[in-house]
């Protein structure tokens, strides 16, 4: 069977600049609009202290990286997976979930996104993470007496060139932080684990070796989700950002040229457009919930992922979105929120 087409105008990632000042995090350009606007709105917004943000994974973990980095004032939940981190802003045990979704390594995380559109959340911010992979261990272990790394998943497959250079085995676990704890409870002394220098410093592990991801340039970008809709910024406050998922009746190239058609003509720029046919891999649809009333879950063998610049409120862009919504199946709108153009890096 032939792979699906994959055209991933992969979002403008691997162009930012890289935001780092004599290691502190500087704030977003266009923190302060979002700051004042939540002063004067009525909802529990990023700024405010106290806001839960569910992460996947351990304290330490890249992800709840992400959720600081976008909420510098929240408390973050651990939760055993993203699903778990969804169900908490659904029950209401947190206010936001963040998501990682996609990396200039790995492409499009469909695992993370597909799960997201089984649900009623919506994007409310993006942020962009620089991910510094390091080699850690037991204090006193040397990178000879190491048999083995843990990891998650994702951290082993970005650092394959150097774990071949260094002759591990290697184990995935639930997420980085998680395969730090694991050494230090089991005092492994023949492990190694692949995490970040923050979570070196949290659990007091040695970092034998940094750097180790095989691209020198990895950023993970992870999107912050939320059970209502935030308060708009004002259109003046800095570029937006607006996310849809479309479904259609397959024809990927003829929907390809219409969609582009619809933004060319109004002059929106796009910023990620991803292809997913998995039934022509020979998986399952995807499963998108429909949130008009009443909500139910759709099955669709034909969807593509939109990013653009524009805010829903724009003219051109509910005009843009009518037109794609003539010619396609199903068209759901995922956020509107401001485009934060940094990439931050706490290394
Ligand atoms: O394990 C972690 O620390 C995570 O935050 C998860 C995760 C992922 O799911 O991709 C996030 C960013 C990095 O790319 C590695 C792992």
């Known amino acids: 069977m032939a792979a699906a087409p994959s055209l991933n105008l992969q979002s403008n990632l691997p162009s930012l600049k890289r935001t780092f000042s004599n290691g502190r995090l500087r704030k977003p350009r266009s923190s302060s609009s979002i700051v004042a606007l939540h002063q004067n709105g009525s909802l529990r917004s990023h700024g405010t202290p106290g806001l839960r943000v569910a992460f996947q994974g351990s304290t330490g973990a890249y992800s709840e990286f992400a959720a600081k980095t976008a909420c510098p004032e929240c408390s973050t939940v651990p939760c055993r997976s993203f699903a778990d981190a969804i169900a908490a802003v659904e029950r209401n045990r947190a206010d936001r979930a963040i998501v990682p979704v996609e990396s200039t390594m790995e492409g499009t995380a469909l695992r993370n996104y597909d799960l997201f559109l089984r649900h009623d959340l919506r994007i409310v911010q993006e942020i962009n993470l620089f991910v510094h992979y390091c080699l850690l261990a037991m204090p006193g272990v040397s990178t000879a007496e190491l048999r083995r790394v843990i990891s998650h998943p994702m951290a082993l497959a970005h650092c394959g060139r150097a774990l071949e250079r260094l002759g591990l085995d290697r184990e995935a676990v639930e997420d980085t932080a998680g395969a730090v704890k694991m050494l230090l409870s089991e005092q492994m002394l023949d492990t190694a684990a692949i995490a970040s220098p923050r979570a070196a410093a949290i659990y007091g592990l040695d970092v034998l070796a940094g750097g180790l ?135």
């Open 213 to 347: 991801q095989d691209e020198s340039w990895n950023v993970t970008r992870f999107l912050l989700l939320s059970k209502l809709p935030e308060p708009l910024p004002p259109s003046s406050s800095g570029k937006m950002k607006t996310s849809m998922v479309v479904a259609h009746r397959g024809g990927s190239m003829t929907v390809l040229l219409k969609i582009l058609s619809a933004f060319s003509s109004r002059d929106i720029s796009l910023t990620k457009l991803e292809v997913n046919n998995p039934t022509m891999e020979g998986k399952g649809p995807v499963i998108i919930l429909d949130v008009r009333s009443p909500a139910m879950l759709k099955t669709f063998p034909h969807v593509l992922y939109v990013d653009f610049e524009g805010s829903i409120e724009d003219e051109k862009v509910k005009e843009a979105i009518d037109e794609i919504s003539s010619f396609s199946v199903f068209v759901r709108v995922l956020g509107c929120y401001g485009a934060d153009p940094h990439v931050y890096d706490l290394y």
